[in-house]
């Protein structure tokens, strides 16, 4: 190589550039392919040239593993805690104070998000990453250089025009992304390893890894938000310059960072971001408020640990502890025995809880859950509240662990569980719970919709005998229905007139709501349409069955097993005599191809396919060609400077391929 030194400087630039447009822009301009290839080459020019090796070049981000405890490091500057506010007015209580000491003067503040993770301080001497810290005591805290390092959102070398401040330490969030999470979670399972609890412990974990190797696997991320020591430049004015300054360094800085005029601005924000943070890609357990005016900061000072200058508005806690009082069973539809927790009331982001879910027996085994725990319950959002597991230190010494009853709290059958399932059944097809189940399932919206026959009636219809199955409902009429508790002459007519009304539903809505294991909304109406009539259905054979377009093995089987029982047909049979409609319009197969059913974004140039050329292969081969990446997205082919659709793949987890796959797949061969 005639000049190794110049290639390894412009590869170094170019993998630097590459990861700051990917990791802190969020808007990436080279595909992967071409990132890997440049970062191949530097790789393999450093070991032909050792002595061209950097401290910080992008190959040196994985260090080697760490010997003993992580040495002490000690911040220059200490790196303060926040006072906490938890309502609206204690987030005006602060504001009076800071105006009072500011003489009575109106006060800008700087909103920003307050990123669950851990906080690390990173060190820069002449524009190089040289150690990194976590907070610790605030004045000590270990030395997690070679951990950092892996963090792609931290650059190793500051991106400075002229000359690099002479030393700065930049403090923010080291934290873990959800997707990234997700990502790491489902190769854990994979591999047959236990997942991680959350993003923040995990990242919090990963920081104190011994092996950077460790820490890098976990995909860690850095919000930039504050400096400590800054020399030899001209510090900013306020925040909001602070943060424009780290920004033009190299820094990610969270992009929702708002400056407020006043504190009735501040306080708009703290309902917003509580509506909005699900739907960030990180956690956020509350927003700080800061005063711009970094100069006021230095005058207002400290009280102990906690600045004058800043405050943490604390969302309303979306989990709580409480004690769990008992363990009981629902039986469901195919027979599954779904425990929950009844709990000891608790307050939860505005709700009371005395009711959550424990998933199933492997959970309760596998967390040791024990009725009289102490247990951490959460509740995010609309969805059903859940016990994540006990806190040991507050267990009874006489608690037993939990078994699942071996009969069916409903119909006192044994119940089984198969090995490899986290569910318990019971078998018995004419349990009185499941009967309830299907009943209600069959009359819910998405099936044969008939409101009116809900939990309630449903229980009653079984437990009155008018109703064993589905098929029964059509045989109900004023009479029978009158001699129910509580039901007027007036839903009476309601009722049969909506069970008259479901009959013509068609077969989807049938097939769906006979509740078929593993035979959803969607599978219903593939099956249906495939097929056309129930005939057709119950008599088709695996084979058959595994030709309609995404009917698997598993619901293959279970449709065929479906048939195979004679106290399902005969429910069929039924279901046609009363007059229930069992048929559907076939819809046209689908195409056939490797990429059948799939459906293709193409982004970037590609090396020697034009985009209709490309589009052409895809739809050749049965794909379809989109134009947006989406969760329905199968595969993004990506070629030189892809933009956007690229970072949104990544981000959704969709497998980024380029042209070599995509011909090898179509089996187009090379021009
Ligand atoms: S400022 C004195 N800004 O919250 C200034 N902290 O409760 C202290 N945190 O230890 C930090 N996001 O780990 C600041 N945008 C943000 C933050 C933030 C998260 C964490 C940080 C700190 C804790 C304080």
Redesign the pocket.
């Known amino acids: 190589m005639p000049d190794a030194p110049a290639r390894a400087q412009a590869l170094r630039a170019q993998i630097d550039d590459a990861n700051y447009r990917y990791h802190v822009l969020d808007a990436p301009e080279i595909a992967d392919v071409a990132y890997d290839a440049l970062l191949r080459e530097l790789i393999e020019l450093e070991e032909a040239h050792p002595e061209l090796r950097t401290a910080d070049s992008p190959t040196q981000r994985v260090g080697a593993v760490q010997a003993g405890k992580f040495a002490a490091y000690e911040h220059i500057r200490p ?4 006072a906490n506010a938890f309502d609206e007015e204690e987030l005006r209580a602060f504001d009076e104070r800071v105006r009072k000491l500011a003489g009575e003067r109106d006060v800008a503040y700087v909103v ?8 690390a301080s990173l060190r820069y001497d002449d524009g190089r990453l040289s150690a990194a810290g976590t ?1 610790g005591n605030g004045s000590v805290g270990d030395d997690v250089t070679a951990n950092v390092r892996t963090v792609r959102s931290v650059p190793l070398r500051l991106r400075t025009e002229g000359e690099p401040p002479a030393h700065i330490d930049v ?1 923010g ?1 080291v934290y873990m992304r959800k997707s990234d999470f997700a990502r790491l979670n489902a190769r854990r399972l994979a591999e047959g390893r236990e997942p991680f609890a959350n993003p923040r412990n995990t990242a919090a974990g990963g920081l104190r890894q011994v092996d950077p190797q460790a820490t890098a696997e976990r995909s860690l991320s850095f ?1 930039a ?2 400096v400590g020591a800054f020399e030899g430049a001209t510090p900013p004015q306020s925040q909001w310059e602070l943060l424009e300054r780290l920004r033009a360094l190299g820094f990610a800085t ?1 992009p929702h960072a708002q400056r407020c005029a006043t504190i009735d601005e501040v306080i708009a924000c703290t309902a917003r971001f509580d509506r909005e943070r699900d739907a960030l890609d990180y956690d956020i357990d509350g927003l ?1 408020v ?1 005063v711009d005016d970094l100069a006021l900061q230095e005058q207002l000072g400290a009280v102990g640990k906690d ?1 004058r200058w ?1 405050i ?1 508005y604390k969302f309303r806690a979306r989990e709580a502890t409480t004690r769990l009082l008992d363990i009981r069973v629902n039986v469901g539809r195919t027979g599954t025995l779904n425990p929950y927790a009844v709990l000891e009331p608790v307050q939860i982001g505005g709700v009371t809880v005395q009711m959550a879910t424990l998933h199933n027996e492997e959970h309760i085994e596998r967390k040791d859950i024990r009725i009289g725990d102490l247990v951490l319950v959460v509740r995010a959002g609309d969805v059903i509240p859940k016990v994540v597991g006990p806190i040991l230190a507050g267990r009874a010494a006489d608690a037993l662990p939990y078994r699942l009853p071996t009969v069916c709290p409903s119909c006192d059958e044994p119940v089984e569980r198969l090995a490899g399932e986290v569910m318990a059944r019971c078998v018995n097809w004419t349990c009185p719970a499941q009967r309830v189940e299907r009943i209600r399932h069959f009359c819910t919206r998405g099936a044969m919709d008939i409101e009116g026959i809900g939990d309630t009636l449903a229980a009653q219809l079984v437990e009155s005998e008018l109703v064993r199955d589905v098929a029964d409902i059509y045989a109900l009429d004023r009479d029978r229905l009158a001699t129910l508790p509580r039901l007027g002459e007036k839903t009476i007519g309601n009722l049969l007139a909506a069970i008259a009304a479901s009959r013509a539903r068609g077969l989807a809505r049938v097939l769906y709501g006979l509740g078929i294991r593993f035979v959803g909304a969607t599978n219903a109406a593939i099956l249906a349409g495939d097929f056309g009539t129930v005939d057709a259905l119950a008599t088709a054979s695996l084979e058959d069955l595994l030709r309609s377009d995404g009917i698997g093995e598993e619901i293959a089987k279970s449709v065929v097993a479906f048939f195979a029982n004679r106290a399902n047909t005969e429910v069929v049979a039924r279901l046609r005599t009363a007059g229930v409609e069992l048929t559907a319009p076939l819809r046209p197969r689908e195409p056939v191809g490797p990429l059948a059913g799939k459906t293709i974004v193409l982004t970037g140039t590609l090396p020697t396919l034009t985009r209709d050329e490309a589009a052409e292969l895809v739809t050749a081969a049965g794909g379809k060609v989109s134009s947006a990446v989406s969760k329905k997205t199968a595969y993004v082919v990506a070629g030189e400077e892809a933009g956007s659709k690229l970072a949104k793949a990544e981000s959704l987890g969709i497998p980024v391929v380029d042209e070599a796959w995509l011909r090898e797949t179509v089996g187009a061969s090379e021009r």
């Open positions: 790196m303060l805690s926040l920003e998000l307050k990123i669950d993770g851990l906080s907070r403090r969030e919000f938000y504050a969270n700080v800061k600045p800043a943490a």
